[in-house]
Structures are given as C-alpha cells and as structure tokens.
C-alpha cells in the first residue's frame, strides 16, 4: 500500500479508538478556530437604528485588525432589544466579569459554572484551547523542523557531521527539558511566542535521533544506490528520496510530542510562566482555581478535564498511527 | 567491547564540556543585568545613584566581570592598531569593543569552569548565600523523593506487566491497559492538586498533611515517630509523582517479557515440562530484567524534572522548588549550578546505563557504529 496522507487517514478512520480521536481532535479543532465567534458577548447579527449589522466580524482575525463598524464602537449590546440581535451559541466573552454571578454552580445559564469574578467559564475555557492547540501544533512544527534537518544531515553525511551532531543531541538531552523551558521563558519576557520557541528548542532531539536512524538504514538500499548512479545532487537524494520513506516514526512521534506540548504549556501557566492575563488558558484557569477549591469544584474539575482530553485524543492518535504505520511494533 | 567503552569514556568529557558551554552561553544571553536590578531594587531605582566604584565591585564579585590578562590588552591594542592604524582610548573603535567584549566572555566563562571544578558555584543573587551549600540542602530530599518513587514504580509496575504479558489479551491485560493509558494522560499537577483539597487538612478527608516535609515540633519525638510523621508527609507527593510512570514502565515490561516468552530458551524450558507461570518467572523475567534495569538511566532524569511542579505544589524544599525559585528570582549563578549540575548526573546516569548494558549484553558492540 502506498503510504499517501489519504491511506493513512483511511486506515485510521477504520478502527475504532483512533476514529474517536479523529473525531474528537476536529471537533478541538473546530472550537478553537471558531472560539472567537462561539463565546462571545458581541451579536452575530444586530438591527441598530434601522439598519443591520454583523458586530460579530470586529472580533474575527483578521477582521478586528480593520475599523469595521466606527459608529457601533460605544454601544452597550445588553441595551439594545433583544428581538433585534442574535447572540452567540455561549453569550459571553471570556473575560465578561458579572459582580452579581460570582462563584456560581453550573446551570442553564452558565453550563460549566463562573469564576471568582463572575466570568464564564465555559466561555473562558473555549478561548483557552486557541492557546494549547496552536502551542500544540507550533511548538512542535519548530521541532520537527529542527530534528529532521540536522537529523537528515547526521545521517546522510555520517563521519564528522555526525559525530558533532551526535554529541549536541546528547547535550540537549542531558539538560532536564522541563527546568530549561521554565528557565528560558522565565528569562525572557511572557508570550505566547517564546514558549512554543523553547518547547520547539529543546524538544528535537527525538525527532533527530529517529531520522538519523531512519536514513542510516535506508542510505545504503538498493533504491538509494539506483538514485546515485543517476547521478542526483544531495539535496536531491536528501530531500526527495529519504526524507519521505523516513516520515512515518516522525509522524507517530510529533503526534505524542504535540499532547506532551499541551502538558508543557499547562504546566507552565499553572506555575504563573504562561502567556500573559487576560487570555485565558487551560493551565491558568486551573491555577487560579487552587484559592476556591472548598467553594467551587467546578473551576478545577472543568479545565483539568479539557486538558485530560485533549492529551489522551492525541495519544490515543499516536497509537492509532502507530499501529498503521508500523506493523512490526502491533504483533507485541 | 573494550573498543566500545573506551570510546563513551574519552566521549564524556566532550559531552561535558558542551553542556557547561551551552550552560554559560545561554545565561550570557539572558537580557538584563541582573546585578544591576538587584542594585537598583535595594536603592530604590534611581540608576544614576548606582556608583560606577561599587558597581564594578558588585559585578565582579559575581563573576559578571574579570579582569582581563595584561597579555590580552596588549593583545587587543595590538590588533585595533593594526585595523584601524591609532587605538585611542577615549573613543575605542568598534574592533577595541569586540574584542573587549570577547575576552571578558571567554575569560568569565574560565573563571566559572574553574570555580565549577572545585564546587565553587559562586553565590546566590537572592540571598547571597554560596548556591553549594542551597544545593547541599535541596538534592538529598529530591533524590529520597526520587529513589522512593523508582521503588514504588519498579515494584508495582514490572510484575504487573509480566503479569499482562502471561495472560496476553486477557480481561487482566486489557483493562490495566486502558487503565494505565488514561493515568498517562492526567496532567499530574491536576492530580497533586486534587489530592491536596480532597485528602489534605481540608473540609473532605483530611488525612494527610498540606505540604512541607515534617510536623511542627516533630523534632522533638522519638526517631521512628519522626521518620512515621516523614514518610507521612511523603505520601501525597508520592503518589503524584508515581503515577505517570505506571504506564511507561508496566507497558515496557510487557513487551519486554512478551518478547523473551518467544525465545528459544523458554521454549525449550517448556518442552521440558515447565508450566508457564514458572517458565515466565524463572527464564523469561529474569532475562527480561536486564532491559528493564538499564532503563532505569532514562526514567530517572524524567522524574527529576517532573519534580519541579510537583515540589512546588506540595512545598517540599528539594531541588525541584529551589529550581523554579530561582527562576523567578532571575538568580543566575544558581540556575547555572543546577542546570550544570542535573545534566551531569544525568550524563552519568545515562553512561552507567549504556556501559552496565554492554556488560551484561555483548551483543551491543555491534552497534558501536550507530554511537
């Protein structure tokens, strides 16, 4: 069976656990790319003056970055009547604060409950997984990157190149991963960006270590041997001819690296490193619930479910994968 | 095989030497002047009153400045006149600078290697105490909380997975699977979380204690009260720290034992009559072990580092919190002691590993090729 992006989805959607977590990472998927539409207090649809209005494409990227809308920039929606707007499926902004619904249980009104100062948490949960699912897929397309190019250089130039790049994998590992993340985005200032930088940083070791074996098996076969006697340069050899027949390990393996991304960048915010207030993230959320726990289940049950699951869909997609891509690994 | 060992050994001090390379570096890089911001703190941030005397002191009491060799002044003066045809010192050139620059890099970076050799670490920047004597304090609890774990982990999870391995696709194995795969995925600082309000000094179960290592006043009872009120506290953040591991290593002895039952030599052992149950403890574990001890060399940097958060949560005063306090302290020299000093054990741990497997298995010569 060739393996094309198409069969490897087909043969997932096949089994049953990795179907569920196909599923279940799309529906993630959706939520985060849509977040800004989903919870928000701004109207999907409003009437104002005779005239209508989509107010909800002002908080859209790239939208927002435009002055859509001048004249609205100073109305207070709740005034308006309500048989003239459309609201959002959760009608509230993440960082809407209600003086007069702090610490409530979950009800229809708010399914997930409110925090200490009355903002709802459903809403605030649904922003928090823009942060983990793009640390996810960022922090772990920089390391990818970074392993499978100094990876493919270790294995395909063997001799001095990869002594030396042998050795900086083996200095990289050495260093506790955790502590060097939390020591570089301590040093530097918080965003978002400089921690998916250090997790992207210190996390390509795997990667490398894989495609360094990968190649140093298939260098030598009989199809690498025809390429050569082409005649074709080593880019050409590099890119074209190993590097796909090496991608399957590196597949299963940035699939576990993307939920041990998600665990990274939770745990950081739960110690107070993550991205900077008001935007919510699943960690914070967690963190913060610590001062209310007697009072409020709620707030540490819900965010520390929505990071537990979306950490075991994605390794419940790594086996998945696994299992397809590498028959050997299945039989034991 | 000698070859072999030969060659990790005279590797070592190249890896070492990288890693206090990148160590300095990385911290050298670090925007602002830590000292500088210490000074400005303390005198109430007026920058203008920091004195340039005391100043200079400060910094190369910290190791932030040396002074440079006379032969490396000449040796820059002897350059920029060369470049640039004057050296003027009143308004040094760009080439003066660089080189200004370079040497005091390279010349701190040797006085820091130097000190490391003697364990001289320097001083701390948050309470100016030698970051040694911090250390001194904080490894033996880490390592008791580490070693305690290894224990548990190694002794629950190896005859759990031998035990999956014999009853393959059994009820047994496939719901400790399951179980196993969903305790590797709860975030354990959720869980150390969990378990504080549930079963600490709480309104719920309030069965253990809320943190720290001892009671108040415990050093006044007898050895084995304190050593009960100890391992008392030692609990919850046990438990937090085990979990994980569960998973990784019970799954490893699987396959591990799953591979050995398919040996030739249990197959002959069973020919012989064996039943399986005395074939699998006494030829397939035995030969499986030798993996599964070597592996230990890789777990253990794991749950090191895993101890950052779980120190933290739990207010253990080991090197996990020490780590994260000087984080947030900005307190360089000791984030450069532990960085340098836990990729070292590390190192070691993982060359222990790597030469422990040689001996007992000759067949990794063969992979010399592969170092």
């Keep these: 069976m060739k393996l094309s992006f198409r069969n490897i989805l087909k043969s997932l959607w096949q089994r049953k656990l990795p179907r569920l977590s196909l599923i279940l990472l799309g529906l993630l998927g959706l939520m985060a790319i849509n977040a800004s539409w989903l919870a928000s207090s701004t109207p999907l649809y409003a009437v104002y003056q005779d005239k209508t209005y989509f107010p909800i494409l002002r908080e859209i990227w790239p939208l927002n970055h435009l002055d859509l809308y001048p004249e609205l920039q100073s109305i207070e929606w709740n005034n308006l009547d309500k048989k003239s707007l459309i609201l959002p499926l959760i009608p509230y902004s993440p960082d809407d604060y209600d003086l007069d619904a702090i610490l409530e249980a979950p009800s229809l009104k708010h399914p997930l ?34 392993g499978l190019l100094l990876g493919a250089l270790a294995g395909y130039f063997g001799g001095k190149t990869d002594f030396l790049l042998s050795r900086l994998i083996e200095i990289v590992i050495c260093f506790p991963t955790f502590f060097l993340i939390l020591t570089l985005v301590g040093v530097l200032e918080r965003s978002l960006f400089y921690i998916m930088l250090a997790i992207g940083l210190t996390g390509w070791t795997g990667i490398a270590r894989l495609v360094r074996g990968e190649f140093l098996k298939l260098k030598n076969q009989d199809f690498m041997t025809a390429a050569r006697t082409l005649g074709l340069s080593d880019t050409r050899l590099i890119f074209y001819h190993l590097l796909p027949n090496s991608l399957a390990p590196v597949l299963v393996s940035a699939t576990f690296g993307m939920a041990s991304a998600i665990l990274i960048e939770s745990s950081l915010s739960f110690l107070g490193f993550g991205v900077p207030p008001p935007t919510p993230s699943w960690g914070q959320l967690l963190s913060s619930a610590r001062g209310f726990m007697d009072m409020a289940w709620w707030l540490a049950l819900f965010p520390g479910l929505a990071i537990f699951l979306s950490i075991t869909t994605l390794n419940l997609l790594g086996e998945g994968l696994r299992d397809v891509l590498d028959p050997k690994l299945k039989r034991v | 095989m000698g070859t072999y060992i030969l060659k990790r050994l005279m590797i070592f001090p190249v890896t070492l030497f990288g890693i206090t390379l990148i160590t300095f570096f990385v911290m050298k890089l670090a925007p602002g002047n830590p000292v500088a911001t210490k000074m400005q703190a303390a005198q109430g941030l007026q920058s203008e009153a920091l004195s340039g005397e005391v100043y200079e002191q400060t910094l190369k009491l910290y190791g932030l400045k040396v002074d440079l060799p006379k032969s490396y002044e000449n040796f820059i003066a002897w350059s920029t006149k060369i470049i640039h045809g004057r050296d003027s010192k009143e308004s040094p050139p760009f080439t003066r600078k660089a080189l200004y620059e370079i040497g005091q890099a390279t010349f701190q970076y040797i006085t820091w290697l130097k000190g490391l050799a003697q364990l001289n670490f320097g001083s701390s920047l948050k309470d100016f105490r030698p970051v040694w004597d911090k250390i001194k304090e904080a490894l033996p609890i880490t ?15 190896i005859p759990m997975g031998a035990y999956s391995a014999l009853k393959r696709g059994g009820l047994w194995d496939q719901t400790t699977m399951i179980l196993m795969f969903f305790l590797y995925s709860l975030p354990s600082f959720w869980i150390a979380t969990l378990l504080l309000v549930y079963f600490a000094e709480g309104d719920f179960l309030g069965w253990f204690p809320l943190g720290g290592l001892t009671s108040d006043g415990a050093e006044v009872l007898p050895w084995f009260q304190q050593l009960g009120d100890f391992l008392w506290h030692l609990v919850l953040p046990v438990i937090a720290m085990v979990y994980g591991s569960f998973a990784f290593l019970s799954r490893f002895s699987r396959s591990v034992v799953l591979e050995s039952l398919h040996e030739d030599f249990v197959r002959t052992a069973r020919a012989k009559g064996l039943n399986k149950s005395a074939a699998l403890w006494k030829h397939a574990f035995r030969h499986s072990l030798i993996p599964l001890i070597t592996i230990m060399g890789t777990l253990l940097p794991a749950l090191l580092g895993g101890s950052v958060i779980i120190e933290q949560i739990f207010n253990i005063p080991g090197m996990g919190r020490l780590a994260f306090e000087s984080v947030l302290a900005r307190d360089y020299p000791t984030i450069m002691a532990i960085a340098t000093l836990s990729a070292f054990l590390t190192l070691v741990s993982l060359l222990l590993s790597d030469l422990s497997y040689a001996w007992v298995d000759p067949r990794v010569k063969l992979e010399q090729k592969s170092l």
Excluded: C, E, M, P
């Design chain 1, 113 to 146: 409950g409110t925090d200490d100062q009355g903002r709802d948490l459903l809403s605030r949960i649904i922003h928090g997984s823009k942060i983990s699912l793009s640390v996810g897929f960022i922090a772990v397309g920089i390391y990818v990157s970074i």
């Design chain 2, 143 to 157: 390592l008791i909380l580490n070693l305690i774990s290894l224990f548990i982990v190694y002794f629950v999870s």
